[in-house]
């Protein structure tokens, strides 16, 4: 007898699990990505004799994983087996990509994995993204990477993280040693001891102990480190926050894991605590209610699109985050801003190269819709109700450019350009407020620039010319006091492209003496 739908979804949605990997560029997002990926299948490096002359050769042979099995980490989501579960992981782009689409990707995923460098604590990137996860209060795993290198004490880098990001944390293993030292770590949970062996510490023993003070530690890893490893956890269990499953479910205390991603050392342990405590898809808020993602309808939000860089396709592809039902490949679903019934015919998936065709999909899962021009970011799609799910975030954009076009006659090209690409939620459009009709746009990484000059000329034909302007703030203004002429000094007043306004400071103190002469005006980061 078949399954009927609500006990397949039940089963599905338990065993999923969505996240992204939070980071500064450079702390090992890339490496510890491929090693979770390994995991997806028989391969397996860490653990195993061969694994340090596998180890020497890993770019190659990833390459050759790579082709072999389709996978690619330059994907924007990747999607594994292991243990039972179903896992995607959603690539959030590294720094010189950095933009509100990192954002909005990030309210796709339902936990997310901050990876430290052990030798940099917390870094500019982290805190931005780790900030977006907070206000979502999603849980946050921590995995402080690159311990085979001398790095900080873990110690200073708990109270850098409760410092700068205001989280509690709570170490779930502990290092022995580090850098040429390390030999180790203790898991606080399982008690038991992960020893590293040889000189890339990549061969693994593990073996249950009674305790930390276990002598067996001791014949590893000496007498110095032993008594600093007892020293260490005798102050972590009187005076550190215990493991709280709540909190952590509420982003209120995050689990603190210690490793090397290139080694591949404490990357299994990671995953398989992080599974074990990482949500499953869960009920998400509408407008029409909480939405159970073990719901027989099928309801979804596109949170990224993105234009085909490959240019024998001129195709944008919509990614699409399944929120409740079951997905089949040609279902008929509303688009519920368009108020029109749409046919979902060549749905595609993104752990392969050449783009499975995904005949179903399951809450959690993220698929890409073929999109001819159709869908805007925060689009809902639904079997039957009306629901749009609200939690597409808006950014405040901090660098901003005047626009012009190179030739006149092009402007009604320019204009679609610019209505299009606005709608792709990658820049934001002002326009000044003065005599001249001036077009202002607003991003949030640099790079957006570069992009929009680039699709403007190669998909609408239009030569642009970008003037950086030197504004680092918006806030969009209203009250009955609002004078715009108090505006004018290391400020402008602009509005969006609803006719709001937005004042636009070139610093700090601009904006504080903007705040204090008009106290009965609002300043918000974002649009009403
Ligand atoms: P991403 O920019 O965050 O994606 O970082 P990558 O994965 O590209 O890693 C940046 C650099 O750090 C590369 O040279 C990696 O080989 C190196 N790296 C990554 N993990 C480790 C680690 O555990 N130990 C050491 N020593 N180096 C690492």
């Given at each position: 007898?078949?399954?009927?739908?609500?006990?397949?979804?039940?089963?599905?949605?338990?065993?999923?699990?969505?996240?992204?990997?939070?980071?500064?560029?450079?702390?090992?997002?890339?490496?510890?990505?491929?090693?979770?990926?390994?995991?997806?299948?028989?391969?397996?490096?860490?653990?195993?004799?061969?694994?340090?002359?596998?180890?020497?050769?890993?770019?190659?042979?990833?390459?050759?994983?790579?082709?072999?099995?389709?996978?690619?980490?330059?994907s924007?989501?990747?999607?594994?087996?292991?243990?039972?579960?179903?896992?995607?992981?959603?690539?959030?782009p590294?720094?010189?990509?950095?933009?509100?689409?990192?954002?909005?990707?990030?309210?796709?995923?339902?936990s997310?994995?901050?990876?430290?460098d052990v030798?940099?604590?917390?870094?500019?990137q982290?805190i931005?993204?780790?900030?977006?996860?907070?206000?979502?209060?999603i849980p946050?795993?921590?995995?402080i990477?690159?311990?085979?290198r001398?790095?900080?004490?873990?110690?200073?880098?708990?109270?850098?993280?409760?410092?700068?990001?205001?989280?509690?944390?709570?170490?779930m293993?502990?290092p022995?040693?580090?850098g040429?030292?390390?030999?180790?770590v203790?898991d606080?949970?399982?008690?038991?001891?992960?020893?590293?062996?040889?000189?890339?510490?990549?061969?693994?023993?593990?073996?249950?102990?009674?305790?930390?003070?276990?002598p067996?530690?001791?014949?590893?890893?000496?007498?110095?480190?032993?008594?600093?490893?007892?020293?260490?956890?005798?102050?972590?269990?009187?005076?550190?926050?215990?493991?709280?499953?709540?909190?952590?479910?509420?982003g209120?205390?995050?689990?603190?894991?210690?490793?090397?991603?290139?080694?591949?050392f404490?990357?299994?342990?990671?995953?398989?605590?992080?599974?074990?405590?990482?949500?499953?898809?869960?009920?998400?808020?509408?407008?029409?209610?909480?939405?159970?993602?073990?719901?027989?309808?099928?309801?979804?939000?596109?949170?990224?699109?993105?234009?085909?860089m490959?240019?024998?396709?001129r195709?944008?592809?919509a990614?699409?985050?399944?929120?409740?039902?079951?997905?089949?490949?040609?279902?008929?679903?509303?688009?519920?801003?368009?108020?029109?019934?749409i046919?979902?015919?060549?749905?595609?998936?993104f752990l392969?190269?050449?783009?499975?065709?995904?005949?179903?999909?399951?809450?959690?899962?993220?698929?890409?819709l073929?999109?001819?021009?159709?869908?805007?970011i925060?689009?809902?799609?639904?079997?039957g109700?009306?629901?749009?799910f609200?939690?597409?975030?808006?950014?405040?954009?901090?660098?901003?450019?005047?626009?012009?076009?190179?030739?006149?006659?092009k402007?009604?090209?320019?204009?679609?350009?610019?209505d299009?690409?606005?709608?792709?939620?990658?820049?934001?459009?002002?326009?000044?407020?003065?005599v001249?009709?001036?077009?202002?746009?607003?991003?949030?990484?640099?790079?957006?620039?570069?992009?929009?000059?680039?699709r403007?000329?190669?998909?609408?034909?239009?030569?642009?010319q970008?003037?950086?302007?030197?504004?680092?703030?918006?806030?969009?203004?209203?009250?009955?006091?609002?004078?715009?002429?108090?505006f004018?000094?290391?400020?402008?007043?602009?509005?969006?492209?609803?006719?709001?306004?937005?004042a636009?400071?070139?610093?700090?103190?601009?904006?504080?003496?903007?705040?204090?002469k008009?106290?009965?005006?609002?300043?918000?980061?974002?649009a009403p």
């Amino acid at each position: 007898m078949s399954k009927s739908l609500s006990e397949q979804l039940k089963q599905e949605v338990e065993k999923r699990r969505t996240f992204a990997i939070i980071s500064h560029p450079d702390a090992g997002k890339t490496t510890l990505t491929e090693k979770l990926l390994l995991f997806g299948g028989a391969i397996r490096l860490a653990g195993t004799v061969k694994a340090r002359k596998a180890n020497k050769h890993a770019t190659s042979d990833w390459m050759e994983i790579e082709k072999q099995r389709g996978i690619s980490v330059t994907s924007s989501v990747m999607q594994f087996d292991f243990n039972g579960h179903r896992i995607n992981i959603l690539d959030t782009p590294g720094h010189q990509d950095f933009s509100e689409d990192t954002y909005r990707t990030l309210t796709a995923a339902d936990s997310a994995v901050m990876l430290i460098d052990v030798a940099k604590g917390v870094e500019a990137q982290t805190i931005k993204l780790f900030q977006v996860c907070a206000k979502r209060g999603i849980p946050i795993f921590t995995f402080i990477n690159k311990l085979d290198r001398e790095g900080r004490n873990p110690f200073e880098l708990m109270e850098e993280i409760e410092q700068v990001l205001g989280i509690r944390s709570v170490p779930m293993n502990w290092p022995i040693g580090m850098g040429r030292e390390l030999c180790g770590v203790y898991d606080r949970m399982k008690k038991q001891v992960e020893q590293f062996q040889g000189d890339d510490h990549s061969v693994i023993k593990v073996e249950k102990v009674e305790d930390y003070r276990d002598p067996v530690i001791r014949e590893m890893a000496g007498d110095y480190l032993h008594d600093q490893l007892c020293e260490e956890l005798e102050l972590l269990d009187v005076a550190g926050d215990e493991f709280d499953y709540e909190k952590v479910k509420r982003g209120e205390l995050t689990p603190v894991f210690f490793g090397s991603a290139i080694n591949n050392f404490g990357v299994q342990t990671f995953l398989e605590n992080f599974l074990q405590l990482a949500p499953k898809p869960e009920i998400r808020q509408s407008t029409e209610g909480p939405v159970d993602p073990t719901d027989e309808k099928f309801t979804g939000y596109i949170f990224k699109i993105q234009a085909n860089m490959n240019p024998a396709h001129r195709d944008r592809i919509a990614f699409l985050r399944i929120c409740s039902g079951k997905f089949e490949r040609g279902m008929s679903v509303k688009h519920v801003r368009a108020g029109k019934e749409i046919k979902l015919a060549q749905p595609q998936q993104f752990l392969a190269q050449d783009r499975d065709i995904v005949q179903e999909a399951f809450p959690g899962d993220i698929i890409g819709l073929f999109d001819p021009g159709i869908f805007r970011i925060g689009d809902s799609l639904s079997q039957g109700s009306e629901v749009t799910f609200d939690e597409m975030p808006t950014f405040s954009p901090e660098i901003f450019a005047r626009v012009t076009v190179k030739n006149a006659l092009k402007h009604k090209q320019y204009q679609k350009g610019v209505d299009q690409l606005t709608e792709e939620g990658t820049i934001q459009v002002f326009h000044a407020t003065g005599v001249f009709d001036e077009t202002i746009l607003g991003v949030v990484g640099q790079l957006q620039f570069e992009v929009f000059e680039y699709r403007m000329k190669a998909e609408y034909g239009v030569e642009v010319q970008l003037l950086r302007l030197t504004y680092q703030f918006a806030r969009w203004v209203a009250g009955a006091s609002l004078d715009p002429s108090k505006f004018r000094i290391n400020s402008q007043l602009v509005t969006d492209k609803n006719g709001n306004y937005v004042a636009l400071f070139e610093n700090e103190y601009a904006m504080r003496t903007a705040m204090d002469k008009m106290p009965d005006v609002t300043f918000s980061e974002t649009a009403p």
